[in-house]
């Protein structure tokens, strides 16, 4: 678990975008983090990316 975007895209093999205990987006790090479909990711990423 870690909130360290750069560090899940470089180490992780999978990543999941939980929001309120519910697994909304789940894929390898250029999937969730290239093409990201929930808005409230698209939103997270914007600010820390």
Known sequence: VTHEM???RE???RVLFI???IIMEEGTP???FGN???PRLK???S???
Do not use: N, R, T, Y
Request: aromatic share 10%; no cysteine.
């Open 30 to 32: 250029e999937e969730v």
């Open 36 to 38: 990201p479909k929930s």
């Open 43 to 45: 939103d997270f990423l």
């Open 19 to 21: 929001d309120e205990g």
């Open 6 to 8: 750069g560090f899940a």
């Open 47 to 49: 600010k820390v990316i």
């Open 11 to 13: 180490v992780a093999d």
